[in-house]
């Protein structure tokens, strides 16, 4: 039987929302990633055995910190070769933490009608309230036509959607990459979606170095488009990026932290250190959030 995810979260007594959170592994142990390029991601980013937390210690984690989570895994079959770590089970194992959890659902572009009828299936029966793609992962230029029905059952949902963007660890150091294309990840890709999609909520994910200029005039530009901020250390930020998010984009700027590929609590003290006006720390930590969940607060 479904289980179907209905919030459960006190927004008002939850110090913050991470837009960006990794569930790696299923309870049959099967891993979002293959093993070379989890080796080679352990690798990147210094990462150990703590890299595929179950869902239940994600929740445990993100409560103990008083904070709550997005969290999904990406559908990478047919560009990577590798079956995803299932994201149904991901979905129901967050209704059962709802205090904390909220699910983010993924499909394979390249399945085309069967994507659509299962990004459908996953919101109406399984309540996921957005969805992650990684175009380079994934292997799909996120502005070709042939993925635009998708986007628009998603924008007909009214559920945001997350897009890698930028740089990637996954397959950092591999002769090739294997095979991982960046320029799928090129933010301005997303500018045909967020221009032909004006319904259609978009995060672009991570500061995306090599474009992050490019990626913050996207977000001045389009009122649909957000950044989360998740990835990197936030002493490694780029300083324009640091500018906008103090002041045009103050109210476009998610936090996120890419956990458990970065730890939250490394991630928040290094923000600390950020110059962020205190007026502007409160909506990047939730407020902006909410209002891309289309949270309703009393």
Known sequence: MTTRYEYAIDFDAIEAVDVHTHVEIDGCGHRSLDDELMAASEKYFKSGEERTPSIESIAEHYRQRNMAAIVFTVDAHAGSGHSPNSVEEIAEKAAAHNDVL???????????????????????????????????????????????????????????????????????????????????????????????????TIIMAHPAVPWIDSQIAIATHKANVYIDLSGWSPKYFPPQLVRAANTMLKSKVLFGSDFPVIQVDRWMKDFANLEIKPEVRPLIFKDNALRVLGVQRP
Not at 119 to 134: I, M, N, P, Q, S
Not at 161 to 181: D, E, N, S, W, Y
């Open 102 to 200: 909220i699910p983010f659902g993924s499909v394979d572009p390249w399945q085309g009608k069967s994507a659509v009828r299962r990004a459908r299936r996953l919101v109406d029966e399984f309540g996921v309230k957005g969805f992650k793609f990684h175009p380079s992962m994934q292997d799909f230029s996120p502005n070709d036509r042939r993925f635009y029905p998708l986007y628009d059952t998603l924008s007909e949902t009214g559920v945001p959607v997350l897009f890698h963007t930028g740089q990637t660890g996954i397959g950092a150091g591999l002769p090739g990459g294997h095979g991982i294309k960046l320029r799928y990840s090129d933010p301005m890709l997303l500018d045909d979606v967020a221009a032909d999609f004006p319904d259609l």
